[in-house]
């Protein structure tokens, strides 16, 4: 039902605006996420064994947002979407796990982007400064 990849350093996985109908599951190793241009990647995230990514590409045909590179020696598992959704017509308990991973991954993705995007905004302005600006905008002349 799957692909298992043997990555070298360096080489890509899946690149930033492609259409892919894969999701992967890291087996061994760790890859490291990023954005961007090549000559202005910016780097976002590591992953390691354990982690999947790509579950975007089993659920919609939308162009990659990153680009996953293997850091060092990694084994990735690859599953194609077709595969996947006949595995899961197959096998429903075992394919509802496989679900509730992709969802916890979802989850924890969104917790970390919330906490940085509450770091970046107190550091770029006040709690204060944001009920005033609110207020004004309402024209609450009274806050």
Request: charged share 25%; net charge negative; proline share 3%.
């Amino acid at each position: 039902h799957c692909d298992a990849l043997e990555m070298e350093e360096g080489e890509p996985i899946v690149q930033e605006g492609e259409v892919s109908p894969y999701f992967y599951g890291i087996a061994e190793g760790t890859v490291s996420v990023s954005v961007g241009a090549e000559d202005k990647r910016v780097y976002v995230n590591t992953l390691g064994a354990g982690d999947v990514f790509g579950a975007a590409g089993i659920f919609m045909r939308v162009p990659r947002t990153a680009t996953v590179s293997a850091q060092g020696r990694a084994v990735v598992i690859r599953v194609h979407r077709a595969e996947f959704t006949g595995f899961i017509k197959r096998h429903p308990e075992a394919g509802n796990k496989i679900l509730l991973v992709f969802i916890y991954g979802l989850l924890r993705k969104l917790r970390l982007a919330d906490q940085e995007l509450a770091y970046e905004r107190k550091s770029d302005i006040s709690q204060e400064d944001v009920d005033a600006m609110i207020a004004g905008l309402l024209g609450d002349e009274a806050s």
